[in-house]
């Protein structure tokens, strides 16, 4: 004879298990806090009356739209340690192509003197790619390109500069 099956008994409802909670949010960046602290480094910066753009917010939005949010914490002294670090470079930069100096003229480099640069230059130096991915769907190309190569120039400038005062004194 078979032995009926027995059905087990069916398990006791269980509670909802509580909801693991999610990744923690990154901070956001206080575009005003950023842009203090951008004017803080009056080397990078022209006058506010020399400015291009008196309101240069559609310029800080895109960049930081081009900082991570695993950046967001501590971006700002990232910032500060940027402008100090690059302090010759964006003396030699505004010196050269600053409004109204003969580069600018032609209504090239108009990017340069706002304060608005330096969280630009930060992040062309940090994520070169990912900034002008978020430039291009926003501002036109040409205004980057510039700042591009007036920075590469500043750069081999003051890097000459340098190599001119270690070659006079060795």
């Given at each position: 004879m078979v032995?009926?099956?027995?059905?087990?008994?069916?398990?006791?409802?269980?509670?909802?298990p509580?909801?693991?909670?999610?990744?923690?949010?990154?901070?956001?960046?206080?575009?005003?806090?950023?842009?203090?602290?951008?004017?803080?480094?009056?080397?990078a910066t022209a006058a506010p009356g020399e400015q291009h753009w008196p309101d240069g917010g559609d310029l800080l939005d895109v960049a930081l739209s081009a900082v991570r949010p695993e950046e967001h914490e501590g971006y700002i002294e990232r910032l500060e340690a940027f402008g100090e670090q690059h302090r010759a470079r964006l003396q030699e930069l505004l010196r050269t192509?600053?409004?109204?100096?003969?580069?600018?003229?032609?209504?090239?480099?108009?990017?340069?003197?706002?304060?608005?640069?330096?969280v630009i230059?930060?992040?062309?130096?940090?994520?070169?790619?990912?900034?002008r991915g978020q430039w291009e769907k926003e501002l036109k190309d040409v205004f980057l390109a510039d700042l591009e190569f007036a920075w590469g120039r500043a750069s081999a400038s003051a890097g000459s500069s340098q190599d001119d005062q270690r070659g006079r004194t060795g």
């Open positions: 032995a009926p099956l027995q059905q087990p008994a069916s398990p006791a409802p269980q509670e909802s509580e909801p693991e909670p999610g990744p923690a949010t990154e901070p956001m960046l206080d575009a005003k806090a950023v842009l203090a602290t951008a004017e803080r480094f009056p080397w192509h600053r409004p109204g100096s003969r580069p600018a003229s032609h209504g090239r480099y108009a990017l340069i003197g706002q304060t608005e640069t330096l230059l930060e992040r062309m130096e940090a994520v070169p790619m990912l900034l």
